[in-house]
T-cell receptor, first 115, second 109 residues
Framework: DGGITQSPKYLFRKEGQNVTLSCEQNLNHDAMYWYRQDPGQGLRLIYYSQIVNDFQKGDIAEGYSVSREKKESFPLTVTSAQKNPTAFYLC??????????????FGAGSRLTVL | GQNIDQPTEMTATEGAIVQINCTYQTSGFNGLFWYQQHAGEAPTFLSYNVLDGLEEKGRFSSFLSRSKGYSYLLLKELQMKDSASYLCAVSDSNYQLIWGAGTKLIIKP
């Protein structure tokens, strides 16, 4: 079955450490996204990529980095520069054009806690 | 600025009907989307409206009025498994989704 796999599901980090969240999709979607979800707030876009080797900053990119070396993979690194990284992180993918571009398929999410 | 408003929480009874409202102000409009998210899980796509009117999908229907900046999601014959958060999102002029904070729906027996 096609879908998106995120790992790890739970992650604990000490302050000052970088961590990388994995996101892999086998849906043959061109576009991939990283969102952050905090209680009482809407999803906020961190980074997105519409094609391999290209990505754009979203609304809250500071303290995060991404790469898109393969169509299937879009890992997110949470750096020590991110001041409040404890959150639920969601990876998503979609076809790249038209209204279908907004019909997102999400991974199960990664919950990051900073100790 | 861009803004999506929906109620924080609603309670309904199993077997009943509930309407979840969403109002929006965005720079451009390319569709309004509804997603369902069970606690601790990923959102899943429910429906979308691009033109005014009602879209029906089984027990779920979604309505849009672009002139009023208003949509609602109607859930009929509520089941306990419908307990979840319902996220309203608008596609703006750049086809980027702007998300509401979600409405937590509690279903009571």
């Amino acid at each position: 079955d096609g879908g998106i796999t995120q790992s790890p599901k739970y992650l604990f980090r000490k302050e000052g450490q970088n961590v990388t969240l994995s996101c892999e999709q086998n849906l043959n979607h061109d576009a991939m996204y990283w969102y952050r979800q905090d209680p009482g707030q809407g999803l906020r876009l961190i980074y997105y990529s519409q094609i391999v080797n290209d990505f754009q900053k979203g609304d809250i990119a500071e303290g995060y980095s991404v790469s898109r070396e393969k169509k299937e993979s879009f890992p997110l690194t949470v750096t020590s520069a991110q001041k409040n990284p404890t959150a639920f992180y969601l990876c998503a993918s979609s076809p790249s054009t038209g209204t279908g571009a907004n019909v997102l398929t999400f991974g199960a999410g990664s919950r990051l806690t900073v100790l | 600025g861009q803004n999506i408003d929906q109620p924080t929480e609603m309670t309904a009874t199993e077997g009943a009907i509930v309407q979840i409202n969403c109002t929006y102000q965005t720079s451009g409009f390319n569709g309004l989307f509804w997603y369902q998210q069970h606690a601790g899980e990923a959102p899943t796509f429910l429906s979308y409206n691009v033109l005014d009117g009602l879209e029906e999908k089984g027990r779920f229907s979604s309505f849009l009025s672009r002139s009023k900046g208003y949509s609602y999601l109607l859930l009929k014959e509520l089941q306990m498994k419908d307990s979840a958060s319902y996220l309203c999102a608008v596609s703006d002029s750049n086809y980027q989704l702007i998300w509401g904070a979600g409405t937590k729906l509690i279903i009571k027996p």
